[in-house]
């Protein structure tokens, strides 16, 4: 039976919006080393995201690696990452998202073990597709188990600053851990390093965290695990593959018709369905889905704007990998530095002029980068890569502190899995068409240039493929004919990506337009906040009882 003190206990927590002793069962300096599990376990899976691009050449010559292949090495990591998150993150919700998290880091590690000492491309692409697998247990595990830990909400937003933070640092890191590790030891030195980040990760979680799941018994969903992972999957990868073979090609309109079909089927399906994977309710509330639509559409402008930078730093201002990764540094460290100031920002304005205030700041940074040309340096980029770090530092923690701030307890697993399946989309939808305007504008710049000179078809080919082949071809060719080509290729280039920068501003105004319609204002989710720790007072009279 429960007591008066106790009565007493959760009344005042109630009244005074504080979580009761037995919310925070880590006090301290546990608390804080297992946010530091949390960021390092988000760390490996964000720099993954990368590092291997850096590693690519080296895979040509060492597997013998064609086009096609270095893709499907690639994509198979992110395309089974996207299909297994929402599945994997109500998984958590059943039998436990410490459970989910340690076995994720197991299975990454075994993965990278496996791609590491690779003797052949298609053992390399198993290896990449169970690190896959790994990292769709973790993504949604580390930021719902934060959710679980931190439930006052001041702490909640910081905790999921410094967490945002540490994932956008990861994937700035990643051709920097890249090059170095190029330039010391063996292609496979980029996924074994994994290994030991992962070991130590799983040990101090297994020590450090409870194993928080839902407190109400769920039912297997298996219709709504098929339908999302090949839904989910089919649409990325036709997102992926839309730079490389057109948009309205087969290999493209296929999966993304296929895939569309399934993500629709399976919303009906839980729409339906007496137990669903994923409530549908969700996305009725503003709080989550427009939060969950920035959090994707910055991204989105992210990795578009390093797929762009890291070309634009290699191919035409001549920096080797290492020292390209080295320049994009800037990004990461000032991402790394506003996202826990965002908290307090949100406090003082509210999410929704947070947000938007950031993605206005990003679409400033992208559009000030749009107008590089083919005489600029290095220092003529930096300050718009250090405006577009800043506003995505400023812009990640509230959109994403909205979405879990959203959720009930039990279902914060499969909220976060939206969460990552939302940023895992945005990310390849902003290679795709960021990607997409610049091959466009690439090519038809390069073939008017070229018009009227006796090429061969099969070197055209490979001049109009990319920047980096132009160029080789070019290096071939010699004399001022090589000289010309290369001229060329580069402006062809630098118009391409200006397009691209400008496409991402675009979208990014767009965005803080959405931002300041959908999102939450100040007073609202003053109330919902309170709402909710009212509602978790009652559940935990109702469960002490």
């Known amino acids: 039976m429960i007591t008066f003190n106790k009565i007493s206990q959760t009344a005042e927590s109630v009244f005074k919006l504080q979580p009761p002793d037995n919310d925070m069962p880590i006090f301290g300096i546990k608390r804080r080393i297992a946010l530091g599990v949390m960021c390092l376990t988000i760390l490996i899976g964000s720099l993954d995201m990368t590092i291997l691009n850096i590693a690519l050449p080296d895979l040509v010559v060492s597997l013998k690696a064609t086009n096609i292949q270095l893709e499907w090495i690639v994509d198979s990591y992110a395309v089974v990452t996207a299909g297994l998150l929402i599945f994997a993150g109500s998984l958590g919700d059943r039998i436990g998202r410490k459970i989910l998290l340690v076995a994720g880091l197991t299975v990454f590690a075994v993965g990278s073990i496996v791609s590491a ?60 851990a890249g090059g170095w590790l190029l330039a010391h030891f063996w292609w496979g ?16 979680a297994t020590l450090l965290i409870p194993n928080y799941k839902s407190s109400k018994k769920i039912r297997s969903d298996w219709t709504g695990v098929i339908l999302s992972i090949v839904g989910i999957s089919l649409f990325l990868w036709g997102i992926i593959e839309a730079p490389l073979s057109g948009w309205f090609s087969p290999e493209v309109i296929i999966p993304l018709l296929v895939g569309a079909f399934g993500m629709f089927l399976f919303m009906f399906w839980e729409f339906k369905s007496s137990h669903p994977m994923l409530e549908t309710a969700l996305f009725k509330k503003a709080r989550f889905s427009a939060a969950l639509a920035s ?69 400033l940074g992208c559009y000030m980068l749009s107008f590089t040309t083919i005489y600029s340096s290095y220092n003529d980029v930096l300050i718009g890569l250090i405006v577009v770090g800043l506003g995505s530092g400023l812009a990640f923690p509230p959109a994403t502190e909205s979405v879990m701030g959203s959720l009930k307890a039990e279902n914060t697993g499969v909220g976060s899995a939206s969460n990552s399946a939302s940023m895992q989309l945005g990310g390849a939808l902003g290679v795709g068409v960021i990607g997409t305007a610049l091959i466009s504008r690439y090519q038809g710049s390069l073939s008017g240039m070229l018009v009227g000179h006796n090429i061969p078809p099969q070197a055209m080919a490979i001049i109009k493929g990319s920047l980096g082949g132009a160029l080789a071809v070019a290096h071939i060719a010699g004399g001022r004919s090589g000289i010309l080509l290369a001229l060329a290729a580069k402006i062809s280039f630098i118009g391409g990506m200006d397009l691209g920068l400008r496409v991402g501003a675009a979208v990014a105004v767009l965005s803080a337009i959405s931002a300041l319609i959908f999102l939450p204002s100040r007073s609202e989710h003053v109330k919902l906040e309170t709402s909710r720790l009212i509602h978790r007072r009652a559940e935990d009279v109702s469960e002490s009882r």
Do not use: C, H
């Open 295 to 363: 959090e994707g559409l910055i991204i989105f402008v992210l990795m578009g704007l390093l797929f762009l930078m890291t070309q634009y730093l290699q191919f035409s201002l001549g920096f080797t990998p290492f020292a390209a990764g080295i320049r994009i540094l800037p990004v990461a460290i000032v991402l790394g530095v506003a996202a826990p100031v965002s908290t307090f920002i949100d406090k003082l304005l509210g999410t929704k002029l947070t947000v938007a205030g950031a993605m206005l700041i990003i679409a």
């Open 189 to 204: 030195s980029v996924f074994l390093i994994n290994v030991p980040i992962a070991v130590i990760a799983a040990v101090s």
């Open 117 to 176: 000492f690779s003797s052949s491309v298609l053992m390399l692409i198993v290896g990449r597709a169970i690190m896959g697998a790994g990292s769709a247990f973790t993504m949604p595990a580390t930021l719902s188990l934060i959710t679980s830990m931190f439930r006052r909400q001041n702490e909640r937003a910081l905790a999921i600053g410094i967490w945002s933070g540490t994932e956008g640092i990861g994937i700035a890191l990643g051709p920097i």
